[in-house]
């Protein structure tokens, strides 16, 4: 068997700019422009920070609810506009959010909630209830920066229609990133 080696000049040009091409480039990360702390994932979920606007919390149906430091906001076209907005001297602290088939939008902080039944134009403090039917009242804090994560969820599915009501279920699985609270599911 006869091996056909010639080289001409054409294949000599070619090689040698792209082993020149390859020496110049950047030792890591050229072609891997995203790195891993940019975007972590699992295998199952993708996670992308948006660079500007708001932290999109919660989403149903095109309704989509999501806070900055100083307001909440909820848009009504999948988060290309955010047409209702409050200010909101808690906003920072947001913790959970859920918006009911409904529409109406409840907002847990770390230790307080608020109902909205008119697409943020109003903001109201309610309590959660024992089953005696009086307000469950969170702890005196120790430290008052941290009062505890009351309201807080895990991800996935948390409501569902049982003879025709939404029932929502959440707790604070005892989180202490914000300070120590007892064990609740509400």
């Known amino acids: 068997m006869k091996t056909?080696?010639?080289?001409n000049r054409r294949s000599f040009i070619g090689t040698t700019t792209t082993a020149a091409a390859g020496l110049l480039l950047p030792s890591r990360g050229i072609f891997n422009i995203i790195g891993k702390e940019d975007y972590p994932s699992t295998k199952d979920f993708w996670y992308r920070r948006v660079s500007e606007g708001p932290f999109i919390d919660t989403q149903l149906g095109n309704l989509a609810f999501g806070f900055t430091d100083d307001q909440i906001m909820l848009s009504h076209d999948n988060c290309h506009?955010?047409?209702?907005?409050?200010?909101?001297?808690?906003?920072?602290?947001?913790t959970f959010s859920h918006i009911f088939r409904n529409g109406n939008i409840l907002i847990g902080?770390?230790?307080?909630?608020?109902?909205?039944?008119?697409?943020?134009?109003?903001?109201?403090?309610?309590?959660?209830?024992?089953?005696?039917?009086?307000?469950?009242?969170?702890?005196?804090?120790?430290?008052?920066?941290?009062?505890?994560?009351?309201?807080?969820?895990?991800?996935?599915?948390?409501?569902?229609?049982?003879?025709?009501?939404?029932?929502?279920?959440?707790?604070?699985?005892?989180?202490?990133?914000?300070?120590?609270?007892?064990?609740?599911?509400?």
């Not at 955010?82 to 909101?88: A, K």
């Open 109 to 186: 902080t770390r230790n307080r909630l608020y109902l909205s039944t008119d697409n943020l134009k109003t903001l109201k403090e309610i309590a959660v209830k024992n089953p005696d039917g009086s307000d469950y009242l969170p702890h005196v804090p120790k430290h008052p920066d941290y009062p505890g994560w009351y309201f807080f969820t895990l991800p996935g599915e948390n409501s569902w229609m049982i003879n025709g009501k939404e029932m929502l279920v959440w707790g604070n699985y005892s989180n202490v990133e914000g300070g120590a609270v007892p064990v609740n599911i509400y």
């Open 4 to 7: 056909n080696n010639q080289i």
């Open 81 to 94: 506009t955010w047409s209702d907005r409050l200010n909101f001297w808690d906003a920072k602290n947001v």
